[in-house]
């Protein structure tokens, strides 16, 4: 299928494990390129916003506090089928559930502290939404990767 991009974004426990080099290091090596990256940390209003799906839910406000806790490193990522395969390889949303050689299956044991965020890809259009959200188009960066001819078809 198609190339597209995809909004990932290492959240504060992962920051605070220092978990931000193996996780980049897993897209790299798995083929996906980098478009974008910065490290920031996220306000109440960006909060609700990003999860505003999840507004009323019991779990939302405890959720709200931990992504603006401290730092996260929101990220771009490039490739074919992007958004379904990043999901892939972050496992389910439940570390406990998720299987090991993913993510959340190898970095995480609780549901609310699950190392890792990206777009959801049963949700259409979830990626563009997100992207849109943390980055201006002039954060984005066209590029390259001298590997793609290997990588794809
Ligand atoms: P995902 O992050 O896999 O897309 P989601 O969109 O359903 O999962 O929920 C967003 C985050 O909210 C999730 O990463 C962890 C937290 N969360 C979800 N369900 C929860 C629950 N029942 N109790 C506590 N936290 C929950
Ligand atoms: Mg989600």
């Known amino acids: ?29 798995r083929g996906l390129k980098l478009v974008g990256g910065k490290f920031m940390q996220i306000d109440e209003e960006l909060a ?31 490739g074919q089928d992007a958004t379904r395969q990043v999901r892939r390889m972050m496992g389910e949303t439940d570390p ?5 050689g993913t993510i959340r299956g190898d970095f995480g044991l609780d549901l609310g502290r699950n190392v890792i965020h990206g777009s959801d890809h049963a949700d259409e259009g979830a990626n563009e939404r997100e992207i849109d ?10 590029w390259d990767q001298i590997d793609a001819e290997w990588l794809y078809e």
């Open 1 to 29: 299928s198609d190339s597209e991009r995809t909004f990932v974004m290492v959240k504060p426990d992962g920051v605070q494990r220092g978990l931000i080099g193996e996780i980049v290091s897993r897209f790299e090596d």
């Open 48 to 78: 609700h916003e990003h999860y505003g799906e999840h507004e009323g839910k019991p779990f939302f406000d405890g959720l709200v506090d931990f992504i603006t806790s401290g730092p996260v490193f929101a990220m771009v990522w490039e």
């Open 96 to 100: 406990a559930d998720s299987a090991p």
């Open 133 to 142: 959200l943390f980055f201006d188009d002039a954060e984005l960066v066209d």
